[in-house]
């Protein structure tokens, strides 16, 4: 079994992410396309009851509220490795994760119970379009398979109900990318019985960055993925009289990925181990995410290109990849709109 990170970590983390190496081993990597073109099969439900035995299904809720009070970056670990083996089930972890964490931040405990075994999951969908009594999200990961949807207004009001109640889900059928999250567009009424709390600047910039390191990570997850793939393939493809990994292209290629992944990997753990940092940090995550994303989908690209014609066939499993680092690219703002972002927070300094 071969560790995503395998140094500079202490025993504890490095225990976590043997035991998530394991169930990606074990559960995901040969159900990667059950998973993409399954997903409404219950293959889905399965995979993420047997996370939730490893706690990653209430790990950013605090131990006194029943979770596993994981700190950022452990679970930035967890979902690494996990997005290596599916970024679609990593982005129903995330999003269930996150809702949890707001409904706690918001004061709204008593909606954690049922959702903290794994026996269900919960999805957040922000940002939300708001006009009048109505907030739509355009795309929410987890969203068709959630037992409670969470949802929250720019200015911090939570709200949480359970699809039909004042909820309407529809399913997103054949996403480009993040197949296995089951992905729905979410419009819900935003009446006083649906408020679950508030959340004050401080958990409004919270929430972000826990969502942006959370895309950080399943980049990086992707990326990882993509080198590995590419790399074994180059190691047993016979080309121009020698395998094509002794190649120079390939070779740049190659390096290319592992520097990107390298560095990314770096600036992340610098990140979540710093604390809060406030506005600042949150300029360097969201800076940190169009970084790790673009990588993505370059890995993801040059992998392709790598595997010549049959990267583009499903039974190699790279297009896969490149689909879902486009989808970590665009969620859950564009490239662009991300990068005039930080234009924003910088003039806030």
């Known amino acids: 079994m071969r560790l995503t990170r395998d140094v500079n970590l202490d025993e504890e983390s490095r225990m976590l992410c043997r035991s998530v190496a394991e169930f990606r081993e074990q559960v995901l990597a040969d159900r990667a396309r059950d998973l993409d073109e399954e997903a409404s099969s219950g293959v889905v439900e399965d995979a993420f009851k047997r996370a939730a035995s490893l706690g990653l299904a209430a790990a950013l809720v605090s131990e006194e509220a029943g979770g596993q009070g994981m700190d950022s970056f452990s679970f930035c670990l967890a979902l690494e490795e996990v997005a290596q083996g599916s970024a679609g089930l990593a982005a ?15 004061g709204a405990a008593r909606y954690l119970e049922p959702l903290l075994s794994g026996d269900a999951w919960a999805a957040a969908g922000w940002p939300l379009d708001v006009e009048d009594a109505r907030a739509r999200a355009s795309f929410v990961p987890g969203g068709s398979g959630a037992s409670l949807l969470v949802m929250g207004s720019p ?18 059928e054949r996403p480009m990318g993040w197949r296995a999250s089951r992905p729905a567009t979410v419009a819900l009424d935003l009446s006083a019985s649906s408020r679950a709390g508030s959340l004050d600047d401080a958990g409004l910039i919270g929430l972000e960055r826990g969502m942006l390191a959370g895309l950080s990570s399943m980049a990086l997850g992707i990326s990882r993925h993509a080198f590995e793939k590419a790399r074994a393939y180059a190691a047993e493809r016979w080309q121009a009289c020698d395998y094509i990994i002794n190649h120079q292209q390939m070779r740049l290629m190659l390096g290319g990925m592992l520097a990107g992944i390298e560095t990314g990997e770096a600036a992340l753990k610098q990140l979540a181990l710093q604390g809060d940092g406030g506005r600042s940090a949150l300029r360097a995550h969201r800076a940190l995410k169009i970084l790790t994303c673009g990588n993505a989908m370059q890995a993801a690209l040059d992998g392709v290109q790598m595997h010549g014609g049959y990267g583009y066939m499903r039974d190699y499993g790279m297009e896969l990849l490149m689909r879902d680092a486009k989808t970590c690219q665009v969620y859950p703002r564009s490239p662009q709109e991300e990068t005039l972002s930080l234009l924003e927070l910088d003039q806030d300094r």
């Open 155 to 172: 200015e911090g009001e939570v709200f949480a109900a359970a699809p039909g109640d004042g909820v309407s889900v529809e399913e997103i």
């Open 92 to 106: 129903v972890l995330l999003a269930h994760n996150l809702a949890l964490w707001a409904l706690e931040k918001a």
